[in-house]
């Protein structure tokens, strides 16, 4: 494989971009390769590598690269123009599609990212309850904003220590880490807290450092003890949404938050968050009530063409339902190979994300940190070499598509099994 020509854009990219790269993830050391080209499951690189694709944009690209519908709809829109600074229809059509699958959102807004969705998310709650303190699970990730770039400390409910310089301590402080299917650890923190947290913030399932799924009652539970105290319940469904079912993982696990948030599947592959709830909470939204939130770019058309395509293909092809049936199907391929080995590594996931951890199946954040990162990293490359893109660390989960034929699948397996081997 070879790799000169990412080689030598990097050393440019390194004096221009910190890390030489626009996010942190796709530093891949010791450069990343440059992609030229994106089509179905494949990537193709500026040295003429093509690549079989499971990290898939991080989530997004759920019909695969360049779907012809996709494409087609967002030209039409370009060339009606793409950004008028006024409300367009389209803006209503998709409102009225996603709050009709989704049982906790009456209302909502569009914004431009995942992380402008939970922020937003997060102000309504705090303006609503007029408390400053959240509640956030361990390993969560709700994008790159002060109040949720917060680690974990030791113990049930620490008061959160910032994970990036430049977060003030007073916004730190207000964050409360629990973990991860352990009810009792947000019935302690409610408790110690009564009457100062406005909102549990929490991916249904763990997307981010994972994928790690809820035990039996969890989120049920969560639900109980938010309601009991008047906490706002906010599902983060910015990979799980669109992914588990068309309405989340609130329909496939039956439990319904106070808001929700959006992202990734739903702009198609082009920015998009969305931020919604029930009705008394969105209202208090501006202009219809005192808490601000405002964009640009907020409904932006081509996004929105592109989010009703993709929702259009995933309803009238059924996709979800053939595609989370194949993840089934990989996943248990992928158990069956790693049992041969026998070294004790593990399969997870659910619909269309997957991954081998390098250890024990975790339950929570803790468990997970204990898996061999270098072992996957030193996988994760050869599975490169081998011509298949999965995610570079072992904390992202890996996603399936739409596109992904079974002769792709097939020649994965082939490289999983002879790479994991060596
Ligand atoms: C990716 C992600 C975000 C952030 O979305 P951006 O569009 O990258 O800002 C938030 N929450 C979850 C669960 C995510 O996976």
Request: glycine share 10%.
């Amino acid at each position: 494989m070879s790799s000169d020509a990412s080689s030598k854009l990097f050393e440019v990219a390194k004096r221009l971009m910190p890390g030489g790269v626009s996010s942190p993830v796709r530093a891949i050391s010791p450069y990343p390769f440059y992609v030229s080209r994106a089509e179905g499951p494949y990537l193709w690189d500026v040295d003429g590598n093509k690549l079989i694709d499971y990290c898939l944009a991080y989530g997004p690209m759920i019909l695969g690269h360049r779907h012809p519908e996709i494409m087609e709809r967002v030209v039409r829109q370009l060339e009606r123009g793409w950004l008028y600074g006024t409300p367009s229809e389209l803006e209503i059509r998709l409102a009225e599609r996603i709050a009709a699958l989704y049982p906790s959102i009456d209302m909502l807004r569009f914004v431009n990212t995942g992380t402008e969705a939970t922020m937003a998310a997060l102000r309504i709650a705090r303006g609503y309850t007029g408390r400053d303190r959240i509640v956030k699970v361990e390993g969560g990730f709700h994008g790159a904003h002060d109040s949720v770039l917060v680690k974990a400390g030791s113990g049930a409910t620490t008061l959160g220590i910032p994970d990036s310089l430049g977060v003030p301590k007073d916004t730190a402080k207000n964050t409360l880490l629990v973990p991860y299917n352990n009810l009792s650890a947000i019935e302690a923190a409610l408790t110690e807290f009564d009457g100062e947290v406005a909102a549990v913030i929490m991916e249904p399932v763990l997307g981010n450092i994972g994928p790690i799924l809820p035990e039996k009652g969890y989120l049920e539970g969560v639900r109980r003890l938010t309601k009991d105290q008047g906490v706002v319940l906010i599902f983060d469904e910015v990979i799980t949404g669109f992914r588990l079912s068309l309405g989340g993982a609130q329909t496939h696990y039956n439990v319904v938050p106070d808001m929700t948030t959006l992202g990734k599947i739903i702009g198609g592959g082009f920015p998009i968050g969305v931020v919604g709830g029930r009705r008394e909470l969105m209202e208090m939204v501006a202009p219809s009530g005192g808490i601000y939130q405002a964009g640009t770019f907020n409904g932006s058309p081509t996004s929105l063409a592109a989010g009703m395509a993709t929702l259009d293909v995933l309803e009238r092809e059924k996709v979800l339902e053939r595609l989370n049936s194949r993840g089934d199907n990989l996943r248990k391929a992928l158990s069956d190979i790693v049992e041969d080995l026998g070294l004790g590594y593990s399969v997870v996931g659910i619909a269309s994300m997957f991954k081998i951890f390098f250890g024990d199946a975790p339950k929570n954040y803790v468990e997970a940190l204990n898996c061999d990162k270098a072992g996957y990293f030193a996988f994760f490359r050869r599975m490169l070499k081998s011509g298949v893109f999965l995610p570079p660390s072992q904390f992202e989960t890996n996603f399936l598509s739409a596109a992904h034929s079974e002769d792709d699948i097939n020649q994965t397996l082939e490289a999983y099994k002879s790479n994991l081997r060596d």
